[in-house]
């Protein structure tokens, strides 16, 4: 892990209650700069040696030091091995959210087009029309 060495008389404020914020959630993780993005991180510890702390892997990030409330929510929120099931099934309604949106476009464009054919069609005369069948929006046919 990459951090920032400063003589305990000047450490930066908030970071020993972000630390523990941290910890507190899961003693596995930590707290600190990583000097490669610039952001102080949430880390995953990969070892307790002194030797290990560099091969922590950095596994949340944040412009600023953040309050206890801020980054034990944002660690709740991503937390996949508690929360897994939820975040899929999270991801799944708004996924079909989408699809549910883009088939209610589909459906009004497509009675749009029935409509403008057969205004067409009307135009030129009726017998002249290939079909009889109405389209009706969101219906099977």
């Known amino acids: 892990?990459?951090?920032?060495?400063?003589?305990?008389?000047?450490?930066f404020s908030g970071t020993s209650e972000a630390r523990k914020?941290?910890?507190?959630?899961?003693?596995?993780?930590?707290?600190?700069?990583?000097?490669?993005?610039?952001?102080w991180c949430v880390y995953l510890k990969r070892g307790t040696m002194a030797g290990s702390k560099d091969s922590d892997l950095?596994?949340?990030?944040?412009?600023?030091?953040?309050?206890?409330?801020?980054?034990?929510?944002?660690l709740y929120r991503s937390d996949s091995l508690r929360r897994g099931h939820e975040i899929l099934d999270e991801i799944n309604k708004h996924n079909d959210d989408i699809i549910e949106r883009g088939d209610r476009r589909t459906d009004e464009a497509a009675g749009q087009v029935a409509e403008t054919l057969e205004w067409a069609y009307r135009r030129v005369g009726s017998d002249k029309s290939p079909t009889t069948k109405v389209f009706f929006p969101g219906k099977d046919n």
């Open 58 to 74: 950095p596994i949340l990030g944040f412009d600023h030091i953040p309050g206890r409330d801020e980054v034990q929510k944002r």
């Open 21 to 39: 914020a941290v910890q507190d959630y899961d003693p596995n993780l930590d707290f600190g700069f990583n000097e490669v993005t610039q952001q």
């Open 1 to 11: 892990m990459s951090s920032i060495w400063t003589p305990a008389s000047h450490q």
